[in-house]
C-alpha cells in the first residue's frame, strides 16, 4: 500500500504516517530539504514531493520552482562535493582523415617488412610487424590536442518555447490565486496541452536532427535512448582486476587472465556435462586424437585482402588505438607482412 504523506502537517495535527516519518528521519540522521509547499491551490497548500540527505550534507532548504508543465512543482537543491571535478578542456586524440590514411598507405608501401620476414618464430615475426606498424602508426596519425566542445544541453529548446514557458508559469500562478470563469480555466488548460505538445515535437524533431547528421546512425540512436533513459556512460581507460589475490592492471595481462580463464572452464564443463550425454554421444568423447599431427592449407594475399575488406568501417579500437576503419582502408599495404605471418 502506498501512503501519501504531507509534510506540513504539523506534530500535533499530523497524521500518524507523518509522525512515523519524522520520526524515521530523526532515526537515520535524516533531513527533509524541502520546507515549501509544492502543490498549492487557492485552499489548500500540500508538500508531498520531498528531497531527503544526511543531515551532514544539508547546507540549505531546496529551492521550490513553477515550471508550467504540471500542478506539482518543481525542486532544486543545491548540495556541496569535497573534491570538485575540473572540466577538461583539452584532450589528445588521433584524427583519422583521409589525408592521415594517405599517409599511413605511402609509409607502409616503401616499408620493406624485411624485418618481418627475417624471424623465424611466430611470435617474433608478430612482434616485429607491430613495433613497424605502430611507429607508422605514430606518424600517420600523430597524438594531437582536441578541444571538447561543451555539449549542447537542451538543444530542442526554442526562444518560443522559453516565452511560453513563462507564460505558462503565470497562467498557473493565476490559475491557483484567483477565481476564474470556466472559460478562462478552459483557456489555461488547452494552452497547457499544447504547451506540452510543441515541447514533444521540438524533442523529437532534435532527435531527428542529431540522427540525421550523425555518421554512425545506431551510435546516434543510442546515445539518445541512454539520454532519455537517463542513463549514461563513461569511456573507462583504467582496466583492474583481481585474480588470486593479486590486482592486474595491464591490459595484456588481463586478457590473458581472461583467456585462461574461459580454456579451463570449457574443459570442466564439459566433463560435467559429459555425464549426463547419452552413449551414442558420449562415445566421440572416447575417441584418442592426436595431438602431435596438424594440416594448415596455405593461406594467399588475396584471402587476407577479402577478410579485411569485410571488416566495419569503425573508429573503435584495442589497446593498440588501431581502428578496424585503418585496416580497411590500408589492407593492401599491409597483406603481404600479415600473410607471411599468418603462414
Known sequence: MIVSVNILQTAIFGS????????????????NTVKSPTKTSKN???????????????????????????DHQAQVLSVSHKTPTSVIKRILKRHFRDDNIREFQYLSEKETWQEVFRETEVNAKFKAFMNLVLHLFDIAFPLKFRHIKKPQRNGWITKGIKISSKKMRDLNM????????G????????YQ?????????????HSDRNILHANHKSK?????INRETGRTSSNRQDIKINWNFEEITNPETVAEVFNSYFCKISKELLKKTSKDMPNSERQYL????????MFLIPITENEVEKVAK????????????????????CITQLKKPLTNIYN
Not at 175 to 181: F, I
Not at 183 to 190: A, L, P, Q, R
Open 193 to 205: 496541452i499544447i504547451y506540452r505538445r510543441v515541447i514533444r515535437e521540438a524533442k523529437r524533431r
Open 220 to 224: 546516434a540512436i543510442w546515445q539518445i
Open 174 to 181: 493565476l490559475k491557483k490565486l484567483s477565481d476564474l470563469t
Open 286 to 293: 572416447k575417441i584418442k586424437v592426436s595431438t602431435k599431427t
Open 183 to 190: 472559460g478562462v480555466k478552459n483557456y489555461i488548460t488547452k
Open 310 to 329: 569485410g571488416l566495419k568501417d569503425i573508429s573503435s579500437a584495442g589497446i593498440d588505438e588501431i581502428p578496424d576503419c585503418v585496416v580497411k582502408q
Open 44 to 70: 489548500t497548500s500540500t508538500l508531498l514531493a520531498v528531497i531527503i540527505i544526511n543531515k551532514k550534507y544539508y547546507m540549505k532548504p531546496a529551492t521550490v520552482i513553477e515550471l508550467g508543465i504540471s
Open 16 to 31: 500518524s504516517n507523518q509522525k512515523d516519518l519524522t520520526d524515521l528521519l530523526l532515526r537515520y540522521n535524516l533531513v
